[in-house]
């Protein structure tokens, strides 16, 4: 019994020992595997930028400078901004190692006014950091005051007129003049502006809406012209519902 339970041993110990020696001698076992260290590293030169100030309807662009920081290809997969006034647009989408591009931003201020703030989102294959947030910000300035901005009636009855006037006063001019109004809507009437003074500098524009005969929406544009350097043209919106003098009521459902 003695004699089989010590060989039993030695060929157990046997196959060990030619387990340890395949193991050993097969190259690359026995050994830790190198780790993946080639990736793609975005960075930019700034990440924000304050164009400082600007006037509406105007227009400010500026590059970003994007460099490839890593030891792979870098892939600009998406680049998206907060709004429409704001257009953002690499010059490459695939940067090598050690490259950089440039990512042109333009902002249109439109009839924004005041501080304004927007940001543009940079989305790449940088498994780190696959988004970078890039911001324009700065200070869009008025040359005039539109009040009120929009003219909203509400509902208009059938025949009925509502008169509205719309004041237009200078901000950041001393002095102004309209060369013209207008009105894209048969029954929105605009008439002359009329000078509010010398101690009140500026126009009040007399709005006519109605009479109308048939029910519907009333949407309409104002148009004012004027000398000004930087917004020749302004834009009043009017808005009404004119309805039958026995229509339902919505707001008593």
Do not use: W
């Not at 030619?18 to 780790?35: I, K, N, T, Y």
């Amino acid at each position: 019994m003695i004699g089989r339970a010590n060989q039993s041993y030695r060929m157990r110990f046997a196959g060990v020992l030619a387990l340890l020696f395949v193991f050993c001698a097969a190259p690359g076992l026995g050994q830790s595997q190198p780790m993946v260290t080639e990736y793609p590293r975005i960075s930019f030169s700034e990440t924000a930028f304050d164009f400082g100030e600007m006037y509406q309807n105007e227009a400010v662009t500026h590059f970003f400078t994007l460099r490839n920081n890593g030891t792979a290809l870098l892939k600009i997969e998406k680049v998206k901004s907060t709004c429409g006034c704001t257009a953002a647009m690499p010059e490459a989408t695939e940067i090598p190692p050690g490259g950089e591009t440039k990512l042109k931003i333009t902002f249109r201020s439109g009839t924004m006014q005041g501080r304004v703030t927007k940001h543009v989102y940079v989305d790449s294959n940088d498994p780190v950091e696959s988004r970078v947030t890039l911001t324009v910000e700065g200070q869009v300035k008025v040359e005039v005051e539109i009040s009120p901005s929009g003219i909203y009636v509400g509902r208009l009855g059938l025949g009925e007129i509502a008169e509205r006037t719309v004041e237009i006063t200078p901000v950041s001019v001393k002095d102004f003049r309209i060369e013209s109004v207008s009105s894209d809507h048969s029954a929105v009437r605009v008439g002359d502006p009329i000078p509010r003074g010398d101690k009140e500098p500026g126009y009040n524009i007399p709005v006519t809406i109605g009479p109308v005969e048939e029910p519907g929406r009333i949407s309409a544009k104002i148009t004012v012209l004027t000398d000004l350097l930087h917004v020749k043209e302004l834009k009043i919106p009017a808005y009404c519902k004119v309805v039958a003098d026995d229509a339902e009521d919505p707001s008593q459902r």
